[in-house]
């Protein structure tokens, strides 16, 4: 009888870090899927921060920018803080007009040597979602600076003037990590974390009331426990958070 082909089995994430570093363009990308793992790391006392490019204040159209972007703030904070992260920070880039290049890859390397992570998390940084959806600018920009920032941060001939503000290179990131991606490598057991990665995702309930008319309650549950149950049949059939792995 012929075993079935384990090829496209997920690995266990690496668990000898302390601490890591989420850069994404928008309040709610990282409750779209991860937090569940993040939720996990901070229970076994690891630290997590957040960096979010942009404050969303483009993304609800009948919010007007101004209005919309502390609110989508405080959404993410109280997010981030069911899953055990207080350090939330923005960069004020524009949201929706995110741009790749030199200012943003600076941003980010700054960041990095500021938080001094081992593991960096990001979110898809492709042209699409698998080949079905096609991805926005801003996830593309800063995904794709995010990985080479991971480098950027630990060459000091490679933005200096963040050398004399302070911020000494960090070559330290051993891996990037990149969720939401379609060819994941890796994965984290989503069990002790899916029901407070709802319960995040719940706190950006004014953007979830504009996407759906579902009760935003069935919608998060039917999304974040159908990705991970789907995730699961690649992980031991453990409801799983996928990433696909860059070690560095």
Request: hydrophobic share 40%; glycine share 10%; aromatic share 8%.
């Amino acid at each position: 009888m012929t075993e079935p082909s384990t090829d496209n089995q997920l690995k266990p994430m690496p668990d000898d870090w302390q601490r890591a570093l989420a850069v994404v363009a928008h309040p709610d990308d990282l409750e779209y899927g991860c937090s569940a793992a993040i939720a996990a790391w901070t229970d076994a006392g690891r630290e997590v921060a957040y960096v979010l490019a942009t404050r969303g204040e483009a993304g609800i159209d009948t919010m007007d920018p101004a209005e919309c972007g502390p609110l989508r703030e405080r959404e993410q904070r109280a997010s981030a803080a069911i899953v055990g992260v207080s350090e939330v920070e923005f960069l004020d880039h524009r949201d929706g007009v995110v741009e790749y290049g030199i200012a943003l890859r600076r941003d980010i390397a700054a960041a990095i040597r500021k938080y001094r992570p081992e593991l960096v998390i990001t979110l898809n940084h492709r042209d699409t979602w698998g080949g079905v959806g096609w991805n926005t600018p801003d996830h593309v920009a800063v995904g794709r600076a995010t990985l080479d920032a991971a480098a950027d941060a630990g060459n000091r001939w490679i933005f200096p003037e963040l050398t004399d503000q302070g911020l000494e290179p960090w070559n330290g990131v051993r891996w990037v990590a990149v969720a939401g991606s379609a060819s994941p490598t890796h994965a984290v057991d989503a069990t002790p974390g899916l029901e407070r990665a709802v319960r995040s995702l719940l706190e950006h309930r004014t953007y979830i009331e504009v996407l759906t008319d579902e009760d935003p309650e069935t919608y998060v549950r039917g999304f974040l426990i159908g990705y991970a149950q789907e995730l699961g049949e690649r992980f031991g059939g453990k409801p799983a958070v996928a990433f696909e792995l860059f070690g560095r």
